[in-house]
């Protein structure tokens, strides 16, 4: 079950996704979005400005370490409670 900060997420994630996808959850793989760099670079600034947190990672590493939804939403989780 999703928490709010997931949810969030996941609605940001959805304004960038392909149309006609399944429900995302967070186990769904951003690549099966249609996520590619330029969208994620969009969302990675959406989470930004949101949650007044800086997520300093680029292209190449971001699709390294952030395979599915769930995964952004815990580097977010984190960046914030770093921000704190």
Same mark, same amino acid.
């Given at each position: 079950?999703?928490?709010?900060?997931?949810?969030?997420?996941?609605?940001?994630?959805?304004? @960038?996704?392909?149309?006609?996808?399944?429900?995302?959850?967070?186990?769904?793989?951003?690549?099966?979005?249609?996520? @590619?760099?330029?969208?994620?670079?969009?969302?990675?600034?959406?989470?930004e400005e949101e949650y007044d947190i800086?997520?300093?990672?680029?292209?190449?590493?971001?699709?390294?370490?952030?395979?599915?939804?769930?995964?952004?939403?815990e580097a977010v989780r984190v960046l914030?409670?770093?921000?704190?």
């Open positions: 079950m999703a928490d709010q900060l997931a949810t969030d997420i996941i609605a940001k994630i959805k304004a @960038h996704a392909e149309e006609g996808g399944e429900e995302i959850t967070l186990d769904t793989e951003l690549t099966a979005l249609g996520i @590619h760099s330029l969208e994620l670079t969009e969302i990675i600034f959406d989470l800086e997520i300093e990672m680029n292209t190449v590493d971001a699709w390294s370490s952030l395979k599915n939804v769930g995964d952004m939403v914030i409670a770093k921000s704190a």
